[in-house]
């Protein structure tokens, strides 16, 4: 992910979450963050942006900040996709756990994270708005 890549991340993000991040959040992830690891996946040879993720790792910990598709690209197997990718380049920089917070709501992320072996460490309570819900709080060891 470089700056330039933000407007049309925008976009995918406004299309997936009721509260999207602000630009400026990007921008702090792309510059800002010496811990963060945001990335574009890009179809070629169109070159468009149809997702993106964003993790943090400090060493041994892993946290999965932000996972979306624009909607034309869901359901086809991409995130699966770009979960491998994380978890591979994560396990060579030396990660022993990843978790990730999604609401209880979001079957489709629940199935995701439970095929790659995530479980439920505990609820943050009240922790989304609009609409309130709370958080799963998923872990996984690898
Ligand atoms: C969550 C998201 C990244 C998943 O990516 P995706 O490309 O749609 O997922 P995949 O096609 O790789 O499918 C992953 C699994 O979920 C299943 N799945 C796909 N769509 C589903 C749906 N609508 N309901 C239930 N399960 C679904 C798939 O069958 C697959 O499981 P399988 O391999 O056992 O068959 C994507 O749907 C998205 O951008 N959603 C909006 C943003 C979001 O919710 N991000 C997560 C926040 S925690």
Redesign the pocket.
């Known amino acids: 992910m470089v700056e330039s890549d933000i407007p049309d991340i925008l976009v995918i993000e406004r299309y997936?979450?009721p509260n999207p991040w602000k630009p400026a959040a990007f921008v702090g992830e792309v510059h800002n963050s010496p811990i963060s690891h945001p990335m574009v996946l890009v179809i070629r040879p169109e070159n468009i942006i149809v997702?993106y993720v964003i993790y943090w790792q400090i060493k041994e910990e892993v946290q999965i900040n932000n996972?979306?598709?624009h909607p034309n690209?869901?359901?086809?197997?991409?995130?699966?996709i770009?979960m491998k990718y994380v978890f591979e380049r994560v396990i060579l920089n030396g990660a022993r756990y990843i978790i990730?917070?999604?609401?209880p709501s979001?079957?489709?992320?629940l199935?995701?994270y439970e095929?790659f072996g995530f479980s439920v460490l505990g609820v943050r309570k009240g922790y989304y708005i609009n609409p309130a819900e709370d958080a799963l709080v998923m872990g996984k060891t690898v």
């Open positions: 997936s979450f997702g996972i979306a598709l690209f869901r359901g086809r197997g991409l995130g699966t770009m990730l917070e999604v609401r979001n079957t489709t992320a199935h995701l095929k």
